[in-house]
């Protein structure tokens, strides 16, 4: 990612409210018609979009349409290139990425500009990337980057090519930067020009989490995901799972499952003190049952131990863990242990070959309140059908 230069003279200064786009279901029909147009053997900018124009024909849907076209066919490279040498290669840097969107832009009748600037990362970037980096805080970084910003009936918004490429390598869906609300956009874009941030730009922005476009389009507004006293609150939305991943563990999908009934104004939290030296990601499950990044939360100084490890059986019974979501446990301390094990006949814990302790029903919860020994970790274990017959869910370590 490389800065580009914005060149405030040649299109208008944005004032007043911005132009946002939260609902894409209407763009479906359209995005899969750009999808269907044959890529030409012979790329021009022109050739182009008179293509995407035979599908668009409103403001809104051409500048889609020139989205659209860039993130299904340019790949993401290092290579600097102008508007011909990307359509030619179909890859590109951001620059490139950004200079591509606005000559097809300005070919479909729009007012487009570059915006040049820098974008958060929470882990380390590659090493081609160095040059045009600097720290933002402990495990943070700026790295220069460049994106769009498109005007439609009189109001500007904003549009990242680059970051909205489809799935990466890990087979994580990558989000959808069409027109989001800027107050999150501006969680990880720092613009060279505030005014272009279209955006309150976040004082200490080293402590906001970064807030990905697929979770405002969710209806998860930026300021519910905020850390409050060090805590990382996780507000449910009706249909959505997550999965929490660090460095040292992580909690997947079926271990945060939501409530079959929402309670009052929409949703439950699941408090997590993060751990230090690692961002933790929470990941939303799509309707086309894909993973999506909602949130990130780079975490500078430790909070707490690391999550405790969950066993495979752990996912196959449906159990929920209720707390503590440290993984080591202290010696010594007397500690409760809540989780939800449905179907169970009874849960125990073992701390090597010794039986450390038998859970209690309570209600919903099965709870354990022990005081582990050093040592051997402290493995909890439940009985099904067979009441001789223990499966493994979670182990804490102790220190």
Request: charge should be neutral; charged fraction near 20%.
């Amino acid at each position: 990612m490389f800065a580009a230069p914005l060149l405030l003279g040649l299109v208008s200064v944005p004032a007043g409210d911005a132009l946002t786009v939260r609902d894409l279901a209407p763009l479906t029909r359209l995005d899969a018609a750009v999808r269907a147009l044959p890529v030409p053997a012979s790329r021009t900018v022109a050739i182009v979009a008179k293509a995407l124009a035979t599908v668009a024909h409103t403001p809104l849907e051409r500048a889609r349409a020139a989205y659209d076209w860039t993130t299904m066919h340019v790949a993401y490279s290092l290579d600097r290139q102008d508007a011909t040498g990307v359509l030619q290669e179909l890859r590109g840097d951001c620059e490139a990425h950004a200079t591509l969107y606005t000559a097809l832009g300005k070919a479909l009748g729009l007012e487009c500009a570059i915006v040049s600037g820098r974008v958060r990362f929470a882990v380390p970037p590659e090493a081609a990337l160095a040059g045009d980096t600097k720290p933002l805080a402990k495990g943070q970084w700026l790295v220069g980057h460049a994106w769009n910003a498109v005007r439609i009936d009189g109001r500007w918004g904003l549009v990242d090519t680059t970051m909205g490429a489809k799935a990466d390598k890990s087979g994580i869906a990558v989000d959808d930067y069409f027109l989001p609300d800027p107050g999150v956009v501006a969680t990880d874009h720092v613009p060279d020009d505030a005014r272009w941030a279209l955006a309150p730009v976040p004082a200490a922005l080293a402590k906001v989490p970064i807030v990905r476009p697929h979770a405002w389009r969710l209806g998860i507004e930026r300021g519910e995901l905020e850390l409050r006293g060090g805590v990382m609150p996780l507000v449910w939305r009706k249909g959505l799972r997550a999965s929490l991943q660090t460095a040292t563990g992580s909690v997947p999908d079926r271990a945060l499952a939501q409530p079959a009934v929402d309670p009052p104004k929409g949703g439950t939290e699941l408090r997590l003190r993060p751990t230090g030296g690692a961002s933790i990601v929470w990941l939303g499950l799509t309707s086309e049952g894909g993973w999506q990044p909602l949130a990130g939360y780079p975490v500078a100084e430790p909070e707490s131990g690391r999550l405790p490890r969950l066993m495979k059986d752990f996912y196959d019974s449906e159990a929920v863990l209720e707390g503590p979501f440290e993984r080591d446990l202290v010696a010594g301390r007397l500690t409760e242990i809540r989780l939800r094990a449905p179907g169970a006949t009874s849960v125990v814990a073992f701390q090597g070959p010794a039986l450390a302790g038998r859970f209690v029903r309570e209600g919903e919860f099965w709870t354990l309140r022990a005081t582990p020994e050093a040592g051997a970790a402290l493995e909890i274990m439940a009985s099904y059908a067979d009441p001789g017959r223990f499966q493994g869910l979670l182990a804490y370590d102790v220190r």
